[in-house]
């Protein structure tokens, strides 16, 4: 359940007041009239009502400067004058449209603090990856930020928009490239010891690491859908992109060229999986634009990705599959 709260015009009580009744909302009530002609509608929206009661306000102000719409998590909702347990108890969490997109464009951010946690977390990776430290590679698999631009772009093509795929393409990129300059040159500072556990075990491609990617990227889009985000944390462990990444650069700045190529494949794996299953969870759930206009660019915008993925995907399993042939 949320209370959705909208601040309009006047002149729209009556309209607000009709989708309210529309969509069952459970409790509706109203605020004063401020000096500016405006007023404080609080609506109180069970979760299976909430995208189309979102879908409606957007309809009906979607064309106005001054109006706000502001969702709020409820934890309890209760009346006092009926016995407990009367009041909806469902405990469905499912996010609208709008709480993914606030929440997942949070990913794509390429501030200082985003270029410093890439920065800072490659550094704990190398040395837990050169120490063959377990518990400190997992310390950089939790602080990593490369999963949420991931995520980001896979909402963005299922939604059509094209300046979030580029805002989240550019942190790609950039995560990514500021991940591999650091980890190169630490490995060419510090040789790389090709004993560890640590480094080698992400130099060594298989089958069961397409079906752990595919099945954690899921699980990363479904924690977010269900609101359920602290799940990601587990998800970040389980399918961290970083340490392959520092494990390339090491390789390479230490002139460890064949085993770095088996780490640049794991790495190519584990973003091709994690887009390719983020896009079909996206697709599963409902997650669409509002608009039918928006809808059909979008269609187009999700059907080339999720082609392009799934290519990659079985040009990367061709590829395992004859290095298994040539024992490598």
Known sequence: MRLI??????GHSATLAGIAEQHEAKDIWWGATAEDGRRVCHMLVSDDRRQAVMDALQNCLGNTEDSRVLVMSVDA????????????????????????????????????NYVMLVCLSTIVAAVGLLEDSVA???????????LGPNIALALATVLGDRK????ALQANLLGLGLAFAVSCGIGFLWSADLNSDQLMSRTQ????????????????????????????VGVM????????TATVGILLGSGAYPAATGAALLLAVNVICVALAANIVFLAKGIRPRTWLARRKARQSWTLQVALWGILLLLAVAVLYRRGQLGI
């Open 205 to 232: 491609v298989g089958f069961a690491d397409i079906a752990l990617a595919l099945a954690s990227g899921a699980a990363a889009v479904l924690s977010l859908t269900t609101g359920l985000s602290s799940t990601l």
């Open 164 to 167: 979030l795929a580029w805002k």
């Open 77 to 112: 909702s209760l009346r006092l004058n009926e016995p407990a347990g009367e009041e909806d108890t469902s405990t469905s969490l499912a996010a609208t449209r709008e709480e993914l997109f606030s929440e997942v464009s949070k990913g794509a951010r390429t501030d200082r």
């Open 5 to 10: 709260q909208i601040i309009a015009n006047e």
């Open 136 to 146: 400190v590679v997992i310390g950089a698999m939790v602080i990593a930020p490369l």
């Open 237 to 244: 462990v389980a399918v961290a992109l970083l340490p392959p």
